[in-house]
């Protein structure tokens, strides 16, 4: 079956720190790959997606890029800041067999606290 | 633009009472429709899908139901709620076309006493 693996958490930085959150899959299929964000209290938020291999998903100075070779969607950020506090949840969607019923594989989800 | 709307936000219930939390999406026709539970402010478990009117999947055996009465709206029930029912219960949806991502509500705080 489908399985997404992030790193474990929590992590913490300083603010302009450059901030990386592996992510790998497993699929049977030709999966898409997503990161949500979550900021406390809320529901989660699209922060970026790739759906083929050799794609980069970026928005808002954070970046993924799919790689088929490693099974792997790794989040990255050049400079982060104190409103990046969040939980980041790695994801896939995967058509395998036609199915479109959309259905989502997550992470457990990264918690991530910047300080200033 | 399309958006979702999630209510309440927060709930308090005591144990063994019903519970009904509702969903409803706005500026697109059938989507598919997620309920999840999320514990402890981490993992996301999937409860139940929908592709269409009345047509429900579970993910898991549980304490819940879920109906989706029209097209947009969708309801996540309880007759008698347990205490491992409280959590984070957050609604969402996506598209009918192939990996499509999934769009969230602000989620409800349920909390059973």
């Known amino acids: 079956g489908n399985s997404v693996t992030q790193m474990e958490g929590p992590v913490t930085l300083s603010e302009e720190a450059f901030l990386t959150i592996n992510c790998t899959y497993t699929?049977?299929?030709?999966?898409?790959l997503f990161w949500y964000v979550q900021y406390p209290g809320e529901g989660l938020q699209l922060l970026l997606k790739?759906?083929?291999?050799?794609d980069k998903g970026s928005n808002k100075g954070f970046e993924a890029t799919y790689r088929k070779e490693t099974t792997s969607f790794h989040l990255e950020k050049g400079s982060v800041q104190v409103s990046d506090s969040a939980v980041y949840f790695c994801?896939?969607?995967?058509?395998?067999?036609?199915?479109?019923?959309?259905?989502?594989?997550f992470g457990q989800g990264t918690i991530l606290t910047v300080h200033p | 633009s399309q958006t979702i709307h999630q209510w309440p936000a927060t709930l308090v219930q005591p144990v063994g009472s019903p519970l009904s939390l509702e969903c409803t999406v706005e500026?697109?026709?059938?989507?598919?429709l997620y309920w999840y539970r999320q514990a402890a402010g981490r993992g996301l478990q999937l409860l139940f899908y929908?592709?269409?009117?009345?047509?429900i999947s579970s993910e898991v055996p549980q304490n819940l139901s879920a109906s989706r009465p029209q097209d947009r709206q969708f309801i996540l029930s309880s007759k008698k709620l347990l205490l491992s029912d409280s959590g984070f219960y957050l609604c969402?949806?996506?598209?009918?076309?192939?990996?499509?991502?999934?769009?969230f509500g602000d989620g409800t705080r349920l909390s059973i006493l």
């Open positions: 500026g697109t026709s059938n989507p598919n």
């Open positions: 790739a759906t083929k291999a050799d």
């Open positions: 929908s592709v269409g009117i009345g047509q």
């Open positions: 994801a896939l969607s995967d058509t395998a067999g036609g199915t479109s019923y959309g259905k989502l594989t």
């Open positions: 969402a949806w996506s598209g009918t076309g192939p990996n499509q991502p999934q769009h």
């Open positions: 699929a049977t299929g030709y999966p898409s």
